[in-house]
């Protein structure tokens, strides 16, 4: 299936955007500047939306301002207005279990606890649509991620998300046109190159 809508996952308003929760609304900002249109505000959509061309091919892109544990609401709202399916959906969102500077690709699947991908699985009754998740790292301790994931991230850290970030757009033309395997080839081969990577040992 190819791709129609890209959503971006985030909260609303200043005091939330620079935070490891809003890396989805980056990477939805990255492609409304590269396909040169401003997101607008659509109260039946309950979002930011916009249409770009990637691959020549016609995408809805979508920033719910529901809040995160509301995303639902403004994804089956543009979905069923445009008649696009769950599988013809990616969700953009911040991932915990990955560390940063690396992403991955995959369709279906949980919700990691995850409140934006809790609710839209919820309004779309099935799991059965694509996620972009893009690393951002765990506190280490499972009562830290909510004051974790609601803050920024660390320069360093900042640095890494927004290699990922590009790393995704590269291949986003790939998944748009529904060639979603060579899009996780390129994308797991050169996280496995990364974890893999050690420091050459001293010569002293």
Not at 123 to 139: D, E, K, Q, V
Not at 170 to 196: F, I, N, Q, Y
Request: proline share 6%; glycine share 10%; no cysteine.
């Amino acid at each position: 299936m190819a791709i129609k809508l890209i959503v971006g996952l985030g909260n609303p308003g200043a005091e939330y955007e620079a935070t490891r929760h809003n890396a989805g609304f980056w990477l939805v900002d990255h492609l409304a500047r590269d396909g040169q249109i401003s997101l607008r505000h659509d109260s039946k959509f309950h979002g930011f939306s916009g249409r770009v061309k990637i691959a020549g091919q016609d995408i809805w892109l979508l920033q719910p301002q529901t809040y995160m544990n509301r995303s639902g609401l403004a994804v089956v709202a543009l979905a069923q207005f445009y008649k696009i399916l769950p599988d013809e959906i990616l969700v953009v969102h911040d991932e915990l279990d990955i560390a940063p500077g690396l992403v991955k690709l995959k369709q279906g699947g949980g919700n990691g606890g995850h409140n934006g991908l809790k609710d839209i699985q919820a309004h779309l009754s099935t799991p059965n649509f694509w996620r972009l998740r893009l690393g951002i790292g765990h506190p280490g301790n499972k009562n830290e991620v909510a004051n974790f994931v609601l803050k920024p991230p660390r320069k360093e850290e900042q640095d890494l998300i927004d290699d990922a970030i590009l790393k995704s757009l590269a291949v986003l033309p790939k998944v748009v046109k529904g060639e979603t395997g060579p899009a996780m080839s390129l994308l797991h081969t050169d996280d496995s190159k990364k974890r893999e990577h050690k420091p050459a040992p001293s010569s002293s």
